[in-house]
């Protein structure tokens, strides 16, 4: 038999050859590294810096020590800045070769950044554990113009450091390129400069979303028909951010169980976009608790949406039977709106409920703080619960 070799053949086949070279010697030289160096390596990693030994052994993989000098230097300077024990090992399972950075000339520098705008030990550590790879970033190129450009628009170092603190991924983001086109996105459909404040604040997580979803996002909002001027468009936000399109649809079919209709489903989201964030559970226990217990028609709910927010244990039912008690007793009106007495402050509801009527009702503050029941008041349980306020 008579075998024919064109060119082109001969050429593919010394080319896999080739490949297959260079693969094996980079499989060989891996498999025989310095064993000396790699076991120093790796118990360096687990004895100084309290990594497991899969995560040293892992981590020894993209960091090869040759003696404790420097990555000595690099850990005290950590510690005295305010990284803990605890989040060492946090630290350099995602960024080991920050052990090889020169303390002096490269992390220096940036950590003295963050101790002049009053971010506590703390705060330094809390943030670079829980994104350590800002280490590795230029100060001068990345993050003093990341926190300038917060700065700008917070115009205090203490809100700043506050955002920071929610987010600190925002301190890999590019101003000019991530930034800067969403906050000029949301001025030019007309949002305050007081509502950008408060999504930087509040929400600065968002920032993080890819151009093209923050605005598609932005877009959804205002096809909702919410005013870009009022702060709750800023919520709107943020609840079409960490919402799917498949929760959307579930949150809408818990709220027409209870007869809700589409329209005003939106006109309570519209009110208060946070009831769509949510959980099921929380939205049902406390429906059922205003409507069947409470005897609330499901049109003074819409009115006072932000009641779905609040705690059934330590506020809403604690408060509705102190007023329901006042109610029985003729000391306050029948249709007194629930939102006059589940909005106030602790304070501001314990002067206009309970202790302005301690005379006539003795035990009205042992019944908030849940000392004594109805039945110790002199009231049936059934009457409680049976009686219809709306």
Not at 48 to 67: D, F, I, M
Not at 87 to 108: A, F, G, M, T, V
Not at 293 to 305: C, D, E, Q, S, Y
Not at 330 to 343: Q, Y
Request: overall charge positive; proline content about 5%; some cysteine.
């Amino acid at each position: 038999m008579i075998w024919r070799i064109t060119v082109k053949t001969f050429t593919t086949h010394l080319s896999l050859l080739q490949d297959f070279s260079l693969a094996f010697r980079f499989f060989s030289s891996s498999r025989h590294e310095n064993p000396e160096q790699r076991s120093f390596t790796v118990s360096y990693l687990i004895n100084s810096c309290g990594l497991s030994p899969q995560s040293a052994l892992s981590a020894s993989r993209k960091l090869h020590l040759v003696t404790p000098e420097r990555p000595d230097s690099v850990l005290s300077l950590l510690r005295n800045y305010g990284i803990t024990d605890s989040q060492l090992p946090k630290l350099l399972r995602s960024y080991p070769s920050l052990l090889l950075n020169d303390p002096e000339k490269i992390l220096l520098p940036k950590l003295e950044f963050f101790h002049s705008k009053e971010f506590t030990g703390a705060d330094i550590g809390r943030i670079l554990s829980s994104c350590p790879l800002i280490l590795s970033q230029s100060l001068e190129k990345q993050i003093i113009p990341i926190y300038n450009f917060f700065k700008s628009i917070l115009h205090l170092d203490k809100m700043v450091v506050h955002s920071l603190k929610r987010s600190p991924r925002l301190l890999l983001q590019s101003v000019n390129k991530s930034l800067v086109p969403k906050i000029t996105a949301l001025r030019e459909i007309g949002v305050p400069e007081s509502c950008i404040r408060f999504l930087l604040r509040q929400y600065p997580c968002v920032l993080q979303l890819k151009h093209e979803k923050f605005h598609e996002i932005v877009k959804k909002v205002v096809e909702r028909g919410l005013d870009p001027m009022q702060v709750v468009f800023i919520h709107a936000v943020q609840v079409f951010a960490t919402l799917s399109e498949s929760t959307w649809e579930q949150k809408m079919e818990i709220f027409r169980r209870w007869g809700l209709s589409s329209d005003e489903i939106m006109l309570l989201f519209r009110a208060f976009p946070i009831c769509m964030s949510l959980s099921e559970k929380n939205i049902m226990s406390t429906m059922d608790f205003l409507v069947n217990k409470m005897g609330w028609k499901l049109t003074a709910i819409t009115r006072v949406p932000s009641c779905l927010s609040f705690s059934l244990e330590r506020r809403i039912i604690p408060r509705c039977l102190v007023v329901k008690v006042l109610i029985l007793k003729g000391l306050v009106r029948k249709d007194l709106g629930f939102g006059s007495f589940l909005n106030p402050t602790e304070e501001d509801f314990l002067d206009r409920f309970v202790i302005k009527y301690q005379n006539q009702i003795p035990e009205l503050l042992s019944l908030y703080k849940g000392e004594v029941g109805v039945v110790e008041l002199g009231f049936e349980s059934e009457e409680m619960c049976g009686f219809k306020q709306l």
